[in-house]
């Protein structure tokens, strides 16, 4: 079940708020220009699924915030409990970040933290398959897959470059809730590929 929580800066013992309803988590965010949805997963499909069938599955959908939000890349990635690197991937997420573009997500399969420091707040939102996210460039924020990882996820880009990456220091422990622990997936895959086209190439990388 998707959550959000609420802390105070610099107090991550009890939570202010918690909500366990789509409807206010989506409320809640939109406030602070946070893109929060609910979409159909028809399709099964586990970490190490073939990235192109992971795009068809969801096309639909891609185009249209591709249409409506000017996106012009797309990838898939995907991690398991299993992966060699999990300690090192989950700590690079952790420290607290904010990108040069929308960071956007859709859980295909599994579920993340995120956890974002908007004003004297941190929103601790626990999305699962089916959320998609949307945090607006220049958030800060960061991500926790959890000690093991298990996810599939779409991500849309404006930039087929990449975005650019700004880290800051913070009290981890002060800031950040606790994930759930729960089973998570397998080796980072990556799917980039322009907006609107149909024939994608598959990468393999760790992100």
């Known amino acids: 079940m998707s959550r959000l929580r609420v802390y105070a800066e610099g107090d991550g013992r009890q939570p202010k708020r918690v909500t366990t309803r789509h409807d206010e988590i989506a409320q809640e965010l939109g406030r602070h220009g946070v893109r ?27 185009d249209r ?6 996106y012009h890349a797309v990838d898939v990635v995907s991690l398991h409990a299993e992966h060699p690197q999990k300690a090192e991937l989950r700590k690079k997420f ?8 929308d960071e956007v997500r859709f859980f295909v399969a599994g579920s993340g933290l995120f956890s974002l420091h908007l004003g004297d707040e941190v929103y601790e939102v626990l999305c699962q398959q089916g959320d998609l996210i949307g945090v607006p460039d220049g958030t800060r924020h960061w991500f926790d897959m959890g000690p093991n990882p298990f996810f599939v996820a779409i991500r849309l880009f404006t930039n087929p470059a990449g ?7 913070r009290d981890a422990d002060a800031l950040r809730g606790l994930l759930d622990s729960r089973s998570m997936t397998q080796d980072a895959v990556a799917l980039r590929a322009a907006a609107g086209r149909r024939s994608l190439r598959a990468t393999a990388l760790l992100v």
């Open 36 to 62: 929060f949805e609910r979409w159909r997963t028809t399709v099964a499909l586990k970490p190490g699924a073939d990235p192109e069938a992971v795009i068809e599955a969801y096309r639909e959908d891609i």
């Open 94 to 101: 952790l420290d607290e970040h904010t990108h040069s573009e």
């Open 163 to 169: 975005r650019e990456r700004t880290m800051f220091l």
């Open 65 to 70: 915030l591709i249409r409506d939000e000017g």
